[in-house]
């Protein structure tokens, strides 16, 4: 077990991607960065590592995690990689699309990373320094957002050490993330239907496209990660679709609507799903007590964002 000490930030160059794999191969913790947003990642192999994810984010021991893959061949290994998998797969990955599928029974992944489901959530991320991490270990890595539960979602190494500084062992410092906005979950269930369970970048048109319709839910329970009504909490009272902010409130604009931050000046919605998470930093470390944030389009991506929007004022 390595010993606790303030948490290092290391570079995105071959020395510091070689530190990041002997940290993971030793069971330790590190912030990577993905396309989406940051991750906290952990050998997905090691009960005893993904039990400190779990530790170190103060997340509920029935969230499953998602685990992270060089390829699609590395998650036919770990899962039953049926052909409407293998379409998706050549569709979106390397992205930000997470696939729940049946584990493999001889799928060698702590427990823990699936919290006693018979599924498994997998994705192949696409930024350059996370595959460079993953070709290197060789390892499945577990990695949901390198934030504690329920806070806001990390878009940069200074959001990660917000809450997770003295936690985890080390964060990549890679820059900001690029889409800002989780991925795209969709369970490919045994019944030959799909079911989209988390909104992402990738949205449902895309998979109806592939899939035909969504199959519709049966009962409440959790099939997968990102299924929770409260998350990307920022700890104030939260109101939502807003013209005009009143005197106690911090407000995130969006296109006409300035704001004391916006989201997008332009109103371009990729701009403001990348820029989320930093707008409600800002906006939880604001003074004001209450938070407003102004409409933001449903179109594309921006079904997404008010998915968050709305869980974050939940």
Request: proline share 8%; hydrophobic share 40%.
């Amino acid at each position: 077990m390595r010993g606790k000490n303030a948490t290092e930030r290391i570079a995105p160059d071959e020395a510091g991607i070689a530190s990041a794999c002997a940290i993971l191969a030793d069971g330790g913790l590190v912030a990577v960065p993905t396309e989406t947003v940051y991750g906290l990642a952990a050998r997905a192999d090691s009960a005893e590592a993904v039990a400190r994810i779990y530790a170190a984010k103060g997340r509920p021991s029935f969230n499953p995690l998602i685990v992270h893959v060089a390829d699609a061949e590395h998650a036919a290994r770990l899962t039953r990689f049926d052909p409407r998998a293998r379409l998706l797969a050549e569709q979106f990955w390397p992205g930000p699309l997470t696939l729940v599928l049946p584990r493999s029974e001889g799928a060698e992944l702590a427990e823990a990373v699936t919290a006693g489901l018979e599924t498994l959530a997998i994705r192949v991320p696409a930024h350059p320094v996370m595959q460079q991490i993953l070709h290197a270990s060789g390892l499945p890595l577990a990695a949901p957002s390198a934030n504690r539960s329920e806070a806001i979602s990390p878009t940069t190494p200074d959001h990660v050490l917000e809450t997770l500084d003295d936690r985890i062992d080390a964060v990549i410092d890679a820059g900001p993330s690029e889409r800002g906005v989780e991925s795209t979950i969709v369970a490919l269930r045994d019944s030959g239907g799909w079911g989209m369970l988390r909104l992402g970048p990738i949205d449902r048109d895309e998979i109806t496209s592939l899939l035909g319709p969504e199959e519709a839910k049966s009962g409440d329970r959790i099939e997968g990660p990102g299924q929770l009504g409260r998350h990307y909490a920022p700890g104030k009272p939260m109101r939502l679709n807003v013209l005009k902010a009143e005197p106690d409130e911090f407000l995130i604009g969006y296109g006409p609507v300035a704001g004391d931050i916006s989201l997008s000046p332009t109103g371009d919605v990729n701009e403001a799903a990348s820029r989320l998470y930093a707008c409600l930093h800002t906006a939880a470390r604001a003074g004001h007590p209450r938070i407003a944030v102004a409409p933001v389009p449903l179109a594309g991506v921006g079904a997404a964002l008010n998915d968050r929007l709305r869980r974050a004022a939940s």
